[in-house]
């Protein structure tokens, strides 16, 4: 059996590890196991320290313009800024009831935290007793080809009661979120937290937020799955 | 507190000289047509939804904000003018992970920046490391901002990115032994850094962890 310098060696390089050896020490050692959990607390920590909220981060809306180099920003700054509050006091009002808000998926990747449990993978379908009320709450049926609902239930966000959705597909469950108080303009991908998803528009019905957890497929699955979601709601109200 | 940033060195040079990287254009924004506008679309809605995780990447990376925005955004400009050898979506992250190495590496070849003063990083990027209104978080951001950066990127890689040890060593150029003695002092020397009780880490390690870690 390896030693405790070797197991804590181990443990410090990768909390995560695994292996017989490492499982083997950890069941008879009486030190390692309390000594585990405080490194797992440890990364939890680091782990939310080094992601920093995207909130936070700088927003851009043009990935693919070429930036003015820093010291030239500061030069042009001073008369760009005369002209630029010009121009946003007369289009503030307009952009912000037009422009996707730049945290919806933050928050709605934040939502995701709070219901772990939604994500199994089963194939016992929500009632449809169950299933009509918080769908009705959006105003909207879903038809079956839509897939079949595993998890429903009518969550807080931001301020409204929206459908919450987990739909079992060949890729693994898809939560399904949908925001009919949240507006986009255009589609908006993200991949962030572990996840990764669409916000698609829907005219007249505000939008629906499809993700998957990060290692399940690429976003091109999560667009199919968006549109096939989108297509199979009938909206009642 | 002086520390070297990105010393030169073959490890430098071997991060630029990598085959598949490709110099700068113009404004790609203003003169670029191939591809058509959806092809451009979809690419700029990738890298959209990539960024936050770059942006996270770059800074630590970097320990500059200004200059991780800078950096991300040429990452992105140099992937859109050599997007034919990315093979599918699924490898976007990687590919542009690496490319933000590089560009990073050419910063700082180009400013020939040689030391970099930790205390005024961490002053100047205050705001950014108290942002989690959690003292134990903006601790941990100042202490991770004293980490030397052959410790500091590979611990990144692995817990913000996921990456696994044989991938780290990859992107690296390490073996994966190396790469386990870096994780390991990372952690040992964040603990220390935080004020962790570290009666039962163990002592300093021989260079290649890698037996210990087939455990």
Same mark, same amino acid.
Not at chain 1, 3 to 29: F, T, V
Not at chain 2, 139 to 152: G, S, V
Not at chain 2, 155 to 182: D, H, K, N, W
């Given at each position: ?12 390089? +990768?909390?995560?590890? *695994? ?11 009486? *030190? ?17 320290? %080094? ?45 912000? &009831?037009?422009? @996707? ?6 928050? =709605? ?32 049926? &879903?038809? @079956? ?20 959705? =987990?739909?079992?597909? +060949?890729?693994? /469950? ?12 255009? /589609? ?11 916000? =698609? ?8 937020? =499809? ?27 | ?11 430098? +040079?071997?991060?630029?000289?990598? @085959? ?11 003169? +670029? ?16 939804? &990539? ?55 050419? $910063? ?6 040689? $030391? ?38 590979? %611990? ?14 990859? *992107? ?23 004020? *962790? ?7 300093? $390690? ?10």
């Amino acid at each position: 059996m390896i030693e405790c310098a070797q197991y804590r060696r181990a443990m410090l390089a +990768d909390p995560h590890a *695994e292996g017989p050896a490492l499982s083997e020490h950890l069941a008879h050692c009486p *030190e390692c196991p309390g000594y585990r959990e405080r490194l797992l607390r440890f990364e939890g920590r680091l782990t939310r320290a %080094l992601r920093i909220d995207a909130q936070v981060l700088p927003q851009s809306t043009q990935v693919l313009r070429k930036r003015v180099p820093r010291n030239e920003r500061v030069r042009r700054n001073g008369w760009l800024a005369m002209a630029a509050s010009l121009v946003v006091a007369l289009l503030i009002g307009t952009l912000w &009831l037009g422009a @996707p808000h730049s945290s919806l998926a933050a928050d =709605v990747v934040a939502h995701m935290a709070g219901e772990p449990d939604a994500w199994a993978r089963t194939d016992v379908a929500v009632p449809a007793a169950d299933l009509a009320p918080v769908l009705a709450e959006a105003h909207m049926r &879903l038809r @079956p080809d839509a897939g079949m609902v595993s998890y429903a239930q009518s969550c807080l966000f931001r301020g409204h009661r929206v459908p919450h959705l =987990v739909v079992q597909t +060949d890729m693994g /469950p898809v939560t399904v979120m949908v925001l009919v108080h949240e507006t986009v303009a255009t /589609p908006r991908m993200f991949d962030e937290g572990g996840y990764r998803g669409t916000i =698609v528009p829907v005219p007249g019905h505000g939008s629906i937020a =499809v993700l998957i957890k990060g290692e399940q497929g690429d976003l091109a699955q999560v667009e199919s799955v968006a549109a096939r979601v989108k297509d199979a709601i009938v909206w009642t109200g | 507190m002086w520390i070297y940033a990105l010393p030169r060195g073959p490890h430098r +040079d071997a991060l630029l000289l990598r @085959p598949g990287y490709h110099e700068p254009e113009a404004d790609l924004y203003m003169k +670029d047509d191939v591809g058509g506008n959806v092809g451009r679309a979809r690419f700029q809605a990738l890298c959209q939804a &990539l960024r936050p995780d770059l942006l996270r990447f770059a800074f630590w990376l970097s320990r500059d904000l200004a200059l991780a925005e800078d950096v991300v955004q040429e990452t992105m400009l140099r992937a859109w003018k050599a997007r034919d050898s990315l093979k599918s979506e699924s490898a976007a992250k990687p590919w542009l992970l690496t490319i933000i190495r590089r560009e990073y590496a050419r $910063t700082f070849e180009r400013k020939r920046l040689a $030391t970099v003063d930790v205390d005024e990083l961490i002053a100047r990027e205050e705001p950014m490391l108290a942002a989690a209104h959690d003292q134990d978080l903006a601790e941990l951001r100042t202490a991770l901002f004293k980490l030397p950066e052959e410790y500091r990127e590979p %611990l990144v890689l692995q817990v913000l990115m996921g990456y696994s040890t044989a991938e780290i060593a990859a *992107e690296l150029g390490l073996s994966t032994g190396a790469v386990l003695t870096r994780l390991f002092r990372a952690r040992k020397r964040l603990r220390v850094l935080c004020g *962790e009780d570290t009666s039962m880490d163990p002592e300093d $390690t021989p260079e290649d962890l890698s037996k210990d870690c087939e455990s």
